[in-house]
């Protein structure tokens, strides 16, 4: 679906760090790709440049035929503040998807909101909005930029069974960037981490075992092992 | 909204509205006091005497015809310009490189005066209609420009990089993302606008049409009416004043909901 050949990306002139280097990567259809690594390791700009939104300086970022559709759920939530939590939905399908639209609300626990503003909603409405937009448009690659911080654990929880829902019955590719390795374990079926300093991926680990939704708390345990072993100096001690 | 804060904005209303009121009357009551210093009717006329010459003007059918004429011209040459210098605001302010390269023509549009424009756009295309709206639109465009170009540089780059993601059609975008943003632009620069532009139609009527507000007070002028003078000025500006509330004020509500809905 989508493939990274080398790409790197600095900020600023020639002398500046690079904050990705040598990235290579091929994500397919179907997989649960979540992207670990602390602050300022490019999470974000490896996101954006899988979005397509940042060119890479160097290597390249070839799509398949037809390009797959993206969505992404930024960090901050993005929503048009004079626009309706319904308008919102409204603005990427369309203006004749009611029904979906409200279908989605219902999913992230939005009922009742329809007319209210999003300056008029809770952070964590807020998020839960964002991601009912990401998945309005049925995507083939669903971006997600730490989508379930700042919710309640129990919420958390739940939209974290939202997300996996959608993903077991549409089989997008999903990339999430996430510091939670309970997280990581639970949802991933293939975990990429990134570390500032050195270039490129320095973890890129195929999960083994039984796929995301069929794990026990056991193979998660497990999972979370292999994690924190294979890295150390990432902040994803449990 | 509580019961409470409903009582407060409505005492609010009201009392705004008896100032305005206290402020018009005070307006006529030195109009009143100058006209009886000066002592000259041929002057400066009494409000009293100045109302007499509109209601007789009414009566002839004149004053309807020529403020209609005007107002016309100040429609016509008011939407263009706001159009125009929208579409290119929009597009210097989104575009560094074009921005660049035409500020300095802005700048000598900016300060080129009214009358040359207008006696220009006479000359080269002839005493026509569309030679006189097209001064005004003129004269109008480059502060529709400027206002709008900045308002375009301050747009919310997170929600149009939001909106690239999502593939949400250019034209929706126009309407549900960038449009909304330079709402306040839009009003201010329709504001200053409507006031501007409606003096500017007076000279350009004045210079060479036969008709409209302007060639009615060079005709007066050609008499030394003032009464005359001041009768069709006064109802151009309630005119303005009317179309100011009653379109511009609840449009500028409108456009401003969601911000009072969060307060």
């Known amino acids: ?29 179907g997989e649960f790709v979540c992207l670990v690594g602390p602050s300022g390791s490019g999470k974000t700009t490896l996101m954006r440049i899988i979005a397509g939104l940042d060119r890479p300086d160097r290597g390249q970022r070839q799509v398949s035929a037809p390009p797959p559709r993206i969505a992404m759920v930024f960090q901050e939530p993005r929503l048009v503040p004079w626009l309706t939590t319904l308008d919102n939905l409204l603005l990427v399908i369309g203006p004749h998807e009611t029904s979906k639209a409200r279908a989605l609300l219902h999913l992230v626990e939005l009922d009742g909101s329809e007319d209210s503003y999003p300056g008029q909603l809770s952070g964590g409405m807020q998020r839960r909005l964002a991601l009912a937009r990401a998945l309005s448009i049925e995507p083939d690659l669903l971006l997600l930029d730490e989508p379930l911080v700042s919710l309640d654990p129990a919420l958390e929880e739940r939209m974290g069974y939202v997300l996996q829902r959608y993903w077991l019955e549409h089989q997008p590719g999903v990339i999430m960037v996430t510091h939670d390795p309970r997280q990581s374990a639970r949802l991933a079926s293939r975990i990429i981490g990134l570390s500032p300093g050195k270039t490129g991926l320095t973890l890129n680990e195929q999960l083994a075992g039984p796929p995301p939704g069929r794990r026990s708390d056991h193979d998660e345990a497990s999972v979370i092992r292999r994690l924190v072993n294979a890295y150390p100096n990432l902040p994803i001690a449990s | 909204m509580t019961a409470l804060t409903l009582h407060i904005s409505r005492t609010g209303r009201l009392s705004s509205w008896l100032l ?56 016509i040459a008011f939407v263009g310009a706001m159009l125009i210098g929208t579409a290119i605001g929009i597009v210097m302010g989104r575009n560094a490189g074009i921005d660049m390269f035409f500020d300095s023509w802005l700048v000598v549009a900016l300060n080129v005066p009214a009358l040359v424009t207008i006696v220009l756009c006479y000359v080269w295309f002839g005493l026509t209609e569309a030679a006189a709206v097209f001064a005004v ?40 993302i960038v449009l909304p943003q330079l709402a306040p632009s839009l009003m201010a620069a329709g504001r200053s606008g409507l006031a501007l532009t409606w003096k500017i139609v007076l000279v350009v009527e004045l210079l060479g049409r036969p008709n409209g507000v302007g060639f009615e007070i060079r005709r007066f002028f050609n008499f030394f009416d003032i009464a005359g003078i001041l009768a069709y000025t006064l109802v151009f500006v309630a005119v303005i004043l009317v179309i100011e509330a009653l379109l511009l004020k609840p449009l500028d509500r409108r456009v401003t909901k969601w911000r009072q809905s969060q307060a």
Do not use: C
């Not at chain 1, 679906?1 to 259809?29: H, S």
């Not at chain 2, 009551?29 to 009494?46: E, N, S």
């Not at chain 2, 400027?146 to 993601?165: C, F, H, Q, Y």
């Open chain 2, 20 to 75: 305005r009121i206290a402020s018009l009357i005070g307006l006529l009551v030195a109009w009143q006091v100058a006209a009886q210093l000066a002592d000259d009717p041929g002057l400066l006329p009494t409000p009293a005497a100045t109302a007499a010459v509109v209601i007789e003007q009414i009566h002839s059918g004149d004053l309807l015809f020529h403020v209609g004429m005007t107002l016309l011209r100040v429609v």
């Open chain 2, 137 to 176: 639109a003129l004269n109008k465009a480059p502060t529709v420009i400027t206002i709008l170009r900045e308002g375009a540089k301050s747009l919310d780059e997170s929600l149009l990089e939001m909106a690239e993601v999502y593939k949400v059609p250019r034209s929706r975008i126009l309407r549900r």
């Open chain 1, 1 to 29: 679906m989508m493939r990274l050949e080398a790409v790197g990306r600095r900020f600023g002139d020639e002398a500046a760090r690079w904050v990705l280097a040598g990235i290579d990567l091929v994500l397919q259809k």
